[in-house]
């Protein structure tokens, strides 16, 4: 081939092409009718025939695509096959360009591939299609077989990264692992990629691609590895996306919390996730870098949460992350797009706990939970399940704050995402209104309430949805029907067009209730009514609702003089035959309007209405009419109700303003409230019958009788003790219904006082109105603060819990406002306290604890003791606050705190000392009132304040913890004096009070428990009382022991247990055993089922540790401690042998005693067990005869054999009958267990013990 004739050269080097089977025209392939194989075949054939040298057809090919530009590019496009082709389907397009394969010949790969290089430095630099010409010639490289001389490739291809433009660089480096195939120059290219990561920065997400599909090294990994770690701050979010799928490869878990810290801290991540690019903002954005940022950010989170997927160990650390950095800020927003987008991801009860914490600690809130909502909707949107999910997890927790940021999380969602998210958010509440917990039925209800009168135009499709919650009618409340009844109306008569099937359901809906004959159905229909009536009123404005116009509106002035009611009236409603009156039930709620108007208009002036305030209601001697001579009992008992509920709404009138006439009159109207409600007791238990009438409108039926205590009706004895109680019915039927009943009998049935009448607490009362105000107060904080949360019902009314009457105003708003009275409940317990030390003479010291105070000497009355109760309730009540653990309130425990310890301290004290010195001092104060009680109540009372005040003082846990204890067991060795009107239950009760204390701070719960069972307990088999401590009677024996036993279980599953320390195991048991034997000792003493069944069920329970932990410890201190091993097993035969007789006097008396009787079949299986499990440790040490199973007989509880049936039915009566005496019920848990068995002397048998041997 003459190397002068181009034209020559161009047409011989297309005709050998073709008769390759390759038709080629200006450089591109038209059609190839070969495959790879055969055109390498045809290529040698006429290399031969024709007598070319490789080298002469590279130089053809060479002149060939340099002798103009577009046959080099045509020479990189790929073509189809031929149709008539054969091999199509083993031939792709892609590999079909003509440069390709030329390139696959191995002869001139060498030279043409150097040409190849060179044209497309020179195309790069000139800018030449770059682009396309850099992508035909990686395609042409990839699909090689094999590349002869790599190392030259190397070299060539990162001079051309160095100098063409970065786009080009960016495809060469990423082509880089499918272009060199052999392992042997991956190492090679790995450095090369190095060097090129730390000096180009642009590159760096290619680079890492690179790398990260390459075969290299570990060592070469590391380093790589720390590279990058240590560049992550500098990187935006679109070169995160290939840093965070190299590191996860390859990731230790030593390196995660480094690398997840380093993603929390980026700056890009942090600018990507503040950036608004889904807000519709009126400020100029550029959209383009916008959504950029916002594409980059949706990747980088898509691959965040695959690797989370894929490494576990990633979403625990991030999770741990975010509880300790958080603690006291605010999450970052990227953590709660994490907490979003990978909720699902992680493990479901570490995420749950996160988010508990963080929202408790008010980390989560709702300002940036809402930003991160509106920021970034396209990629929350795709994870709408996983928001769902954590906002049903919100709703269903228990604190409050939980609450709204599940209603905040739910109100975003539906005001700023599309159609089917608000689908999704209102199916959502419709759950949970449905789901039976009345909390998250509240909950949706005010969720939906803001929706609908706030977004009315954006609710309104979707009130064919919202109707469905009149279903759930029968399980809600009248406050609850009210709120979804102004919700519905508002959406049905928003506008002219709003929807009309919606009216028509609500109008059906009220007319439904309104002709149901169920009271508590037409009040609901009287409040969908006026809901309806509301929404049609045109709405006000805001000018017209401000209460400054109301001075100078002239229809109030005109409507204020008709409204003038007259007092006369109220006794012509108790005449029978006067036609014309107002009912007397409409004079509370009307006179509660009218202080209402006039507080608004005249501030705290009420002498508008001071006629209504004082005026007469009943004749002065009413108090003195003898019940049982008067004609109409009934009405007479009407009408003192209604005068109670009247001065209840007079003493409402209270206020922090109020002058000193209606101050005066105030504190009259409470004596004579005093005065009234004991009357009502009085005549109440002469009429149990009499159902008082209602108390407002929402009560509705809410009780349907007083409930009035009768004498119990005892079980019919048996010979002398039937007889005994059959003269003793006689006897007290006179008088079972002489006793007064009790307030809280009938308080439901009186209207609820606010809490302004605190402002009259330090006026002059005697004890007993004081007491009366003191129990308003709590029952009050109790309704409000109250921690219990309402249990779950399944669609059933008649399972909710009745609301309480008393006045419940929103928990912050009543703790805000009693913290003020603080200085004043402390000056009536210091006053109460003072004069017990004054009558007294004498003031105790407390480290003395042999020395106690004599009730003799006390000079406080009943009433006052209730009053020093009342106090220390009140104060645990505001101090056992469940908001408290919330940070927000943080301050306000704090400002509690110091109210009380500015009675201890000065000022200057209280802005001086130490956290430790201020909890002290705190603590110190209720300690010292120690000294003050009288009785048992009120000490059990102070107990507990103590016990929530040591949590509250948390820095000095340790020593406030030790006077604690030294107060229960002061308490513990007093001889309280004991009435007759104290009742066995609330002695029990208190007494169970002290114990817990006394056993729950010590350091040795078990060291307590083997004192009480070893020395107090037994005092009670000789005696009525212990004499070391006195408050353990019989009659307070079950509390106590069932109190005992439980810390008893307690302790042995954390001494033992799965979680147990490693401390003398062996040891630990022999306690435990001898602890238990003299428990179960006390059943002996006093042989009740209720102490039975507690003995066999704590018995059981350690039992059943001792089988699961127990016997692995005996078996491997058996060989070395073989005494103590025996000593452990004998002890617990001694327990086992209570447990059997227990176990057979249960199962004897089955029919009797069947919640007793179900205890016995699990308890015998856990005793064979037993009785196994020993023999085959034996059986293990070559000493199976050791234990001989004895004969089993019947005996009962105090170990008689039992021999006939008549024994053991006046057995049983005698327990029946002490059962009787206690008043506590025991749980019927089948935890049960059995055994018999002897133990020989194994000492001689050791010897001879074969260490091989197996169980």
């Not at 009407?638 to 922090?656: P, V």
């Not at 020593?959 to 002061?970: D, F, I, S, Y």
């Not at 009670?1020 to 008893?1048: E, M, Q, V």
Request: overall charge negative; glycine content about 4%.
């Amino acid at each position: 081939m003459a190397s002068s004739d181009i034209g020559g050269v161009v047409a011989q080097f297309e005709r050998m092409l073709r008769s390759c089977g390759v038709d080629i025209n200006e450089g591109r392939a038209i059609s190839v009718s070969v495959d790879r194989r055969e055109f390498h075949k045809r290529l040698r054939q006429t290399l031969v025939t024709e007598k070319i040298a490789p080298a002469e057809l590279a130089d053809a090919a060479k002149i060939y695509f340099s002798k103009e530009a577009i046959r080099f590019e045509n020479g990189l496009a790929a073509c189809d096959p031929a149709i008539s082709s054969t091999v199509s389907s083993l031939w792709p397009a892609r590999q079909n360009s003509v440069l390709c394969l030329l390139l696959s010949v191995p002869q001139i790969q060498r030279d043409l591939l150097k040409f190849v290089l060179d044209t497309l430095y020179e195309r790069a630099l000139g800018d030449e299609n770059s682009a396309s010409v850099t992508y035909g010639v990686i395609q042409a490289l990839k699909w090689q077989d094999t590349i002869n001389d790599p190392e030259a490739l190397i070299q060539r291809i990162f001079e051309l990264i160095a100098d063409v433009p970065e786009e080009q660089q960016r495809q060469l480096v990423r082509a880089l692992p499918e272009m060199l195939r052999e392992e042997g120059s991956h190492a090679t290219v790995a450095a090369h990629l190095c060097d090129l990561y730390e000096n180009h920065s642009e590159l760096s997400g290619a680079v890492l691609e690179a790398l990260a599909a390459l075969r290299v090294p570990s060592d070469v990994v590391v380093s790589v590895r720390k590279s990058v770690l240590s560049s992550i701050p500098q990187l935006d979010v679109e070169q995160l996306c290939p840093v965070l799928d190299f590191v996860l490869r390859n990731l230790p878990e030593a390196d995660i919390p480094v690398f997840v810290n380093l993603l929390r801290s980026s700056e890009a991540i942090v600018l990507a996730s503040q950036e608004p690019v889904d807000c519709n903002s009126h400020e100029p954005v550029d959209h383009t870098t916008a959504s950029a940022q916002a594409d980059a950010l949706i990747q980088f989170v898509d691959k965040l949460r695959v690797g989370v997927m894929t490494h576990r160990a990633l979403g625990e650390c991030w999770l741990k992350m975010i509880e300790v950095n958080s603690a006291g800020a605010c999450l970052k927003q990227i953590d709660v797009v994490f907490l979003f987008v990978c909720y699902r991801q992680l493990h479901q009860r570490h995420a749950d706990a996160t988010i508990r914490q963080a929202v408790k600690e008010a980390c989560l809130t709702e300002s940036v939970t809402s930003t991160v909502l509106k920021r970034h909707q396209s990629l929350l949107r795709r994870h709408l399940n996983n928001i769902l999910e954590i906002c049903d997890l919100l709703l269903r927790g228990p604190v409050i704050s939980m609450h709204e940021l599940a209603s905040a999380i739910y109100r975003e969602l539906f005001l700023y995402y599309d159609v089917h998210v608000q689908t999704e958010v209102i199916v959502a509440l419709l759950t949970h209104a449905g789901s039976g917990s009345p909390a998250e039925l509240h909950n949706a209800l005010s969720c939906v309430h803001i929706l609908c009168t706030k977004h009315v135009k954006k609710t309104a499709p979707f009130g064919f949805m919202l109707q469905v919650l009149l279903d759930q009618l029968g399980r809600m409340s009248l406050g609850q029907a009210r709120l979804l009844f102004r919700s519905l109306a508002w959406l049905a008569y928003a506008d002219a067009d709003a929807d009309i099937g919606l009216r028509d359901t609500l109008r059906i809906a009220a007319r439904k209730q309104l002709i149901n004959p169920n009271l508590k159905y037409k009040c609901v229909g009287m409040v969908a009514t006026v809901a309806m009536v509301e929404a049609m009123l045109p709405k006000r404005s805001s000018t017209s609702a401000n209460p400054s116009n109301l001075h100078n509106d002239s229809s109030l002035r005109s409507a204020s003089v008709q409204m003038v009611i007259d007092i006369g009236r109220l006794s012509s409603v108790l005449d029978r035959s006067q036609k014309v009156g107002l009912p007397i039930e409409a004079m509370c709620p009307l006179f509660r309007l009218l202080r209402a108007a006039e507080i608004e208009i005249f501030s705290t002036d009420l002498q508008g209405i001071n006629a209504l305030l004082f005026a007469r209601t009943l004749p002065d001697d009413f108090e003195d009419i003898n019940l049982s001579v008067a004609p109409d009992k009934e009405q007479l008992l009407i009408s003192l109700f209604h005068t109670i509920n009247w001065n209840r709404e007079l003493i409402n009138s209270a206020s922090e303003l109020m002058s000193r006439d209606l101050r005066a009159q105030l504190v009259k109207t409470i004596r004579k409230q005093v005065n009234l409600i004991n009357l009502a007791a009085q005549w109440l238990a002469r009429l149990p019958e009499f159902v008082p009438p209602r108390v407002t409108f929402e009560d509705g039926v809410s009780a349907q009788s007083v409930h009035v205590r009768t004498a119990v009706k005892a079980k019919a004895g048996k010979g002398r003790k039937r007889k005994a109680n059959e003269e003793e019915t006689d006897d007290n039927a006179a008088t079972k219904n002489s006793v007064p009943v009790e307030f809280a009998s009938f308080r439901h049935f009186l209207r609820s006082l606010n809490q302004n009448f605190v402002y009259l607490l330090e006026e002059d009362f005697l004890p007993t109105e004081r007491a009366f105000l003191l129990q308003e107060l709590w029952s009050q904080l109790d309704a409000s603060l109250g921690t219990e949360e309402s249990q779950r019902v399944f669609l059933s009314p008649a399972a909710l819990k009745k609301e309480n009457t008393a006045s419940r105003q929103p928990p912050e708003e009543m703790v805000r406002f009693l913290i003020n009275f603080i200085p004043q409940l402390s000056s009536l317990l210091e006053a109460l306290v003072d004069k017990m030390k004054v009558s007294s003479g004498h003031v105790h010291n407390s480290n003395d604890q042999d020395t106690y105070m004599d009730n003799s000497d006390s000079a406080l009355s009943s009433d006052e003791i209730l009053c020093l109760r009342l106090l220390f309730s009140i104060f645990n009540t505001l101090l056992s606050w469940r908001g408290f653990n919330e940070p927000r309130n943080a301050k306000v425990l704090r400002q509690a705190l110091n109210m009380i310890a500015l009675r201890v301290g000065s000022t200057q004290f209280r802005t001086q000392c130490d956290v430790v010195e201020f909890h002290r001092r705190v603590f110190g104060y209720f300690v010292e009132l120690a000294t003050s009680v009288a009785d048992l109540e009120t000490a059990a009372a102070l107990l507990q304040l103590l016990l929530t005040v040591l949590d509250k003082t948390a820095s000095n846990a340790d020593a406030n913890k030790r006077r604690l204890l030294g107060v229960a067991e002061e308490f513990l060795r007093r001889d309280w004096p004991r009435s007759n009107k104290d009742k066995s239950a609330r002695i029990a009760k208190s007494a169970q009070t002290l114990m817990t204390v006394y056993i729950e701070e010590t350091d040795d719960r078990l060291e307590k428990i083997a004192y009480l069972s070893e020395t107090v307990f037994p005092e009670l088999s000789g005696n009525a009382r212990s004499t070391i401590f006195p408050i353990i009677a019989r009659d307070t024996l079950t509390a106590c022991y069932k109190t005992i036993a439980s810390y008893f279980v307690r302790s042995v599953k954390a001494m033992c247990g799965a979680q147990a320390d490693g401390q003398d195991r062996l040891t630990q048991w022999l306690r435990i055993a001898k602890t238990l034997r003299l428990l179960l000792d006390v059943v002996k003493i006093s042989a009740t089922n209720l102490n039975a069944s507690c003995g066999l069920k704590t018995a059981c329970e350690t039992l059943d540790v001792f089988i699961k932990y127990g016997m692995a410890v005996a078996e491997t201190s058996f060989k070395a401690r073989t005494d103590e091993v025996l000593l452990l097993v004998k002890t617990l035969q001694q327990s086992t042998r209570v447990m059997q007789h227990t176990c057979s006097h249960f199962k004897t008396n089955a029919a009797k005693q069947i919640a007793l009787a179900r205890q016995v079949p699990t308890a015998r299986r856990l005793l064979e067990t037993f009785i196994f499990k020993i023999q085959a440790l034996f059986s293990k040490f070559n000493c199976a005869d050791a234990l001989q199973v004895g004969q089993l007989r019947m005996r009962n509880l105090r170990g008689e054999e039992i021999s006939n049936s008549k024994e053991e039915d006046d057995q049983t009566e005698d327990m029946e009958d002490a059962g009787d005496e206690e008043s506590f019920d025991d749980d019927d848990d089948d935890d049960e267990q059995e055994q018999g068995g002897e133990l020989n002397n194994l000492a001689s048998r050791l010897n001879t013990t074969d260490e091989s041997a197996e169980f």
